[in-house]
């Protein structure tokens, strides 16, 4: 049995962004595919708010 997948979460520092706080080419062009699919995608980080907001 398929599942469908209806919501991603993930861990920014270290997963989706590196130390200078970058995603790479290839997580933006696969976060750009699931918003294509309607899968939405929530940011899960202890880094503070006013630090990603550079």
Known sequence: MK???????????GTLIDGKLQATKQDLETLEVLKKRGIPVVAATGIEV????D
């Open 3 to 13: 599942k469908e997948i209806k919501l991603i979460v993930s861990d920014l520092d």
């Open 50 to 53: 006013t630090s990603l907001a």
